[in-house]
């Protein structure tokens, strides 16, 4: 069975940084695209990054210049470097993938989140 696992957040003054990390295992054969989404309080799910298989990668205006996104596709791993945090990016983050199983099945899976908490 494929799953994501988020860790790395926490509480952090603003100013700090923090490092996310996406884990996925299980019988995977393939990951395409991955991305790390946000939501806050009250808020819609946002995307805040996105990466390709082959390393592209896109973000929202809101965190252009402060987040860094990354994979390491022989771990299986993603990465979402954060620095500079503002009291508005305090939310709940999820790893998204577009993962095929064993089964040659194309699946699109979540983790369960990682709060970060930025504190003014």
């Known amino acids: 069975q494929v799953q994501l696992k988020e860790s790395g957040g926490g509480l952090v003054q603003a100013g700090g940084s923090l490092t996310l990390s996406c884990a996925a295992s299980g019988a995977i054969r393939s990951i395409d695209a991955m991305r790390w989404y946000r939501q806050a309080p009250g808020k819609q799910r946002e995307l805040v990054a996105s990466?390709?298989?082959?390393?592209?990668?896109d973000y929202a205006d809101s965190v252009k210049g402060r987040f860094t996104i990354s994979r390491d596709n022989n771990q299986k791993m993603m990465y979402l470097q954060m620095i500079t945090l503002k009291p508005e990016d305090t939310a709940v983050y999820y790893c998204n993938a577009q993962i095929m199983s064993e089964g040659y099945r194309w699946g699109d899976y979540w983790g369960q989140g990682t709060q970060v908490t930025v504190s003014s």
């Open positions: 990466i390709t298989s082959d390393g592209r990668t």
